[in-house]
């Protein structure tokens, strides 16, 4: 009796694996169709909602433009913040790294420390702000620039003498 069930367990198991193994060829047959060039080889269901949205007006695709001169898309919803804009970046940067590179690991607390994204030479700099705010809608162009908030050295810029003169004073 015990070894029936197993058995009923073990075809229902198959039948589970074989029908997730059809859908993943499915599913990689149409990512490899041209018309569906721009999904993710391992897309989310925010990735498939996003792009839905993007068809339907609701979503916009934006030019992100490094500084080498290089540029891809990305897509986000159109009541989306930097902060949406700066991960659906880093998303495609961490596909294109894996997909020519392998595993590489980028800092993007440095990155985004050093620099941030611009559109038409106005910096985004706070990370709530709506997109639209900076005028940007679809088919805008977004670049990277050096951020101003870089951390300077208190003594950065004073001359020795003055620093001489400083250390002179604490002394007295």
Same mark, same amino acid.
């Given at each position: 009796?015990?070894?029936?069930?197993?058995?009923?367990?073990?075809?229902?198991?198959? &039948?589970?694996?074989?029908?997730?193994?059809?859908?993943?060829?499915?599913?990689?047959?149409?990512?490899? =169709? !041209?018309?569906?060039?721009?999904?993710?080889?391992? !897309?989310?269901?925010?990735? +498939? =909602?996003?792009?839905?949205?993007?068809?339907?007006?609701? @979503?916009?695709?934006?030019?992100? +433009?490094?500084?080498?001169?290089?540029?891809?898309?990305?897509?986000?919803?159109?009541?989306?913040?930097?902060? =949406?804009?700066?991960?659906?970046?880093?998303?495609?940067?961490?596909?294109?790294?894996?997909?020519?590179?392998?595993?590489?690991?980028?800092?993007?607390?440095?990155?985004?420390?050093?620099?941030?994204?611009?559109?038409?030479?106005?910096?985004?700099? =706070?990370?709530?702000? +709506?997109?639209?705010?900076?005028?940007?809608?679809?088919?805008?162009?977004?670049?990277?620039?050096?951020?101003?908030?870089?951390?300077?050295?208190?003594?950065?810029?004073?001359?020795?003498?003055?620093?001489?003169?400083?250390?002179? &004073?604490?002394? @007295?």
């Amino acid at each position: 009796m015990e070894s029936g069930c197993k058995s009923e367990e073990n075809v229902g198991y198959s &039948s589970i694996t074989a029908k997730k193994a059809q859908l993943q060829s499915m599913l990689s047959a149409l990512l490899d =169709d !041209p018309i569906l060039s721009d999904v993710s080889k391992k !897309p989310t269901l925010a990735d +498939v =909602d996003t792009l839905i949205n993007l068809e339907l007006g609701s @979503a916009m695709k934006i030019t992100f +433009v490094k500084m080498d001169g290089s540029s891809f898309d990305v897509a986000v919803l159109n009541s989306a913040t930097v902060k =949406d804009l700066k991960l659906a970046i880093r998303k495609k940067i961490n596909e294109m790294e894996q997909a020519t590179m392998g595993h590489r690991h980028i800092s993007w607390r440095h990155v985004w420390a050093n620099f941030c994204l611009s559109h038409h030479n106005e910096k985004l700099l =706070d990370d709530n702000s +709506v997109l639209i705010e900076y005028g940007i809608h679809n088919n805008s162009k977004v670049s990277q620039k050096h951020s101003k908030r870089r951390k300077h050295r208190f003594f950065h810029g004073l001359s020795k003498r003055s620093h001489h003169m400083l250390s002179l &004073s604490k002394r @007295a």
